[in-house]
Nanobody, 122 residues
Framework: QVQLVESGGGLVHPGGSLRLSCAASGSIFSINVMGWYRQAPGKERELVAS???????NYADFVKGRFTISRDNAKNTVALQMNSLSPEDTAVYYC????????????????WGQGTLVTVSS
C-alpha cells in the first residue's frame, strides 16, 4: 500500500502565506511526477503545480509568481509554498504522485492524498 498525507492547510488572511506539505509512504519503488491540485466548491479539480523527479516544474497561470513547488526525493515529500493568497485560492488542495511500487515497478500509477483545506478570508 501507498499513502500520501498532506498537512499545512488552514485559515489565512488575504495577502498571507501558507506552506503545504505532502509525504508519501509505503511500498514505494520510485516516484515520478509529484504535484498539487485544488478543488473549490462547485468547481472541478485543477492542476496547481507539478514537479518531476529531476526538478522540472510546471505551474498553472493563476499561481505563477506566487506559489513555489519543491520536493525532496530522499524523503518522498513535496511542498507548496503559497504567497500572496487571495480568497480565490480557497479550496481543498490535494497532493498527487505517480508511484511505482516495490512489488510491481513496471508502471507508475497515480496516487492521491486525502486533501487539506485552505481558506483565505478576512
Amino acid at each position: 500500500q501507498v499513502q500520501l498525507v498532506e498537512s499545512g492547510g488552514g485559515l489565512v488572511h488575504p495577502g498571507g502565506s501558507l506552506r503545504l506539505s505532502c509525504a508519501a509512504s509505503g511500498s514505494i519503488f520510485s516516484i515520478n511526477v509529484m504535484g498539487w491540485y485544488r478543488q473549490a466548491p462547485g468547481k472541478e479539480r485543477e492542476l496547481v503545480a507539478s514537479i518531476t523527479r529531476g526538478g522540472n516544474t510546471n505551474y498553472a497561470d493563476f499561481v505563477k509568481g506566487r506559489f513555489t513547488i519543491s520536493r525532496d526525493n530522499a524523503k518522498n515529500t513535496v511542498a507548496l509554498q503559497m504567497n500572496s493568497l487571495s480568497p480565490e485560492d480557497t479550496a481543498v488542495y490535494y497532493c498527487r504522485a505517480s508511484i511505482a511500487r516495490i512489488y510491481d515497478h513496471s508502471m507508475y500509477l497515480p496516487n492521491w492524498g486525502q486533501g487539506t483545506l485552505v481558506t483565505v478570508s478576512s
